[in-house]
């Protein structure tokens, strides 16, 4: 998607032990007029798949979840990190290890929120080693849900996750893929 | 709001030790057609104030805060409760006591996101003793912003958030007022 790549190439800063920063936009401070052109991309991908519940993990999952939530007209569920005392009942759960933070959080959803009835699409911001995605992939198929597939805003496409979640037949959307990285500047798959 | 009362009666859950549980909607999974409409609620009461701004706090204040932002025509910027690897740079910090988790937080925002061209409007869930708005409200105070108000989903007219808030002088919107609650119902302050 050329939009969210030129916002990459013009916001995004390259840092050591391959971290992309995009806090001007995505995760920290948050476009969400860029939101919208994301999620009207994702809702044409995906059109007539059916997706009546989205699935994102907390924090910056959320908002793209939220806005792409309004064009597929159905609600988000989000996966918490910690078991909160809010939280009780019964419990799908999961292990997910953060590249980000370096380290192993557990992972949860309500089983009332998620259940055969669903057509899931999973939202989530960045794609890089694919732990997350497939913690989240657990639960939609321990739920008994339908999986309809993935949308990932960036994508690292030097990093294993997209390989690995394509190879389980999951249709994976990523709008911009990045295939290499540097101070100098970044490169995208072409779609 | 009477929509978000009936909602609350309808679909709420009081629990043991003052803990409301609107999961169903808010704060677990996500009613967006709810958030559109409690969102068009907050430029009414906010119009005219030049809001450039809305800044809230994860992870359960990201979901409305960016439904609002696109009402208001502005960004988000949601306040992270841990440093990780990818936030470095000059940063506002302060803490703040989680009644639901029952423990400190490190809350920061990147000073950049934030200074005193901004009008900023917060928004968040809940309300209840205060402490994270009072958090936020610093954080917004030490950038040199203009606060223009908070706008909360659900207070809890019982604990002492919002008369703490009030007394600040700071305008306060909060969409329902919980007065009272227990096992045999819930009951709204009038508006």
Chains 1, 2 share one sequence.
């Not at 052109?37 to 009546?52: D, L, Q």
């Not at 908002?63 to 007209?73: L, P, Q």
């Amino acid at each position: 998607m050329k939009l969210l790549e030129d916002r990459i190439r013009e916001e995004g800063v390259v840092k050591e032990g391959g971290v992309l920063k995009v806090d001007r936009f995505l995760n920290h401070q948050m476009d969400v007029g860029l939101f919208r052109e994301m999620a009207k991309e994702w809702k044409r991908r995906f059109a007539g798949a059916g997706v009546n519940k989205i699935l994102t993990i907390e924090a910056s999952g959320i908002g793209i979840a939220c806005i792409a939530a309004e064009e597929f007209g159905c609600r988000v569920v989000f996966a918490k990190k910690t078991q909160g005392k809010n939280l009780d009942g019964e419990l799908y759960t999961t292990q997910i290890t953060s590249f980000t933070k370096g380290r192993v959080f557990d992972v949860i959803v309500a089983k009332k929120f998620l259940g055969p009835e669903d057509r899931v699409l999973i939202i989530d911001d960045f794609l890089a080693n694919g732990c997350a995605l497939e913690g989240l992939i657990s639960i939609v198929r321990e739920s008994g849900a339908t999986l309809v597939g993935c949308g990932i805003a960036i994508e690292k496409g030097f990093q294993e996750g997209g390989k690995k979640i394509r190879a389980m037949g999951v249709k994976l959307e990523s709008l911009a893929i990045v295939e290499s990285m540097s101070e100098d500047g970044i490169t995208f798959r072409e779609e």
